[in-house]
């Protein structure tokens, strides 16, 4: 009998708080199998109900930004499927990205499995170093790859909860609500339970 084939997974990344502004450190990784049209083609979908179109949290008006994540949650766009992590700062921003993208691929996988890991912005250079990170901590990957979010709307939807997130943890009251209820529906998982500092490799 031959050997069983791997599942493919699709990981999509991104983060906020680099900024000085920040006290905390935001990732966000999506999860998703199989065919990946009809899941960016949901993401697209609930751009356009909100009005946001392909603008990042920050640079969509508050209304809209809030809109977009209570379609997304609404009509369950991978739903269960989105993983956050939240770190205090100061600390080296690329070690949070380690510990998120291993552990929701952990928490979704069963069985035998191959990843690809696509990241807002990342260059060659850092893209290698977080696959030999990965691999090291027993990931099995395909690849690390930069994928702007004007040509990715998953990586748009992990921006968006990036965003929310940081409102959440930030006070606001209108993202701290919706935050509660996306996890109350388990749309999304958070891996930590107050904000830490990331463990080195």
Not at 88 to 98: D, N, R, S, T, V
Not at 114 to 125: L, M, S
Request: proline content about 3%.
């Amino acid at each position: 009998m031959g050997s069983r084939a791997k599942e493919k997974l699709y990981c999509y990344v991104d983060e906020t708080g680099q900024d000085a502004r920040a006290s905390i450190f935001v990732v966000v990784a999506i999860i998703a199998a199989g065919e990946q049209e009809d899941i960016r083609r949901a993401c697209m979908e609930a751009e356009h109900t909100a009005g946001t179109g392909h603008r990042k949290w920050h640079k969509s008006r508050a209304a809209r930004r809030l809109r977009y994540i209570e379609t997304v949650v609404e009509r369950k766009i991978c739903c269960g499927d989105v993983f956050f992590g939240t770190f205090e700062k100061p600390l080296p921003y690329f070690f949070p990205f380690i510990e998120v993208i291993e552990q929701a691929i952990k928490a979704r996988v069963v069985g035998a499995y191959a990843a690809r890991v696509y990241v807002d912005g990342i260059d060659r250079q850092k893209a290698q170093e977080l696959t030999n990170a990965l691999r090291a901590r027993g990931i099995s990957l395909e690849l690390v790859k930069g994928r702007r979010d004007e040509s990715e709307p998953l990586i748009r939807l992990a921006d968006m909860w990036a965003g929310c997130i940081r409102g959440a943890l930030a006070g606001s009251k209108k993202e701290s609500a919706l935050l509660n209820r996306a996890v109350d529906a388990g749309s999304v998982r958070s891996l930590n339970e107050v904000p830490k500092k990331a463990k080195t490799p």
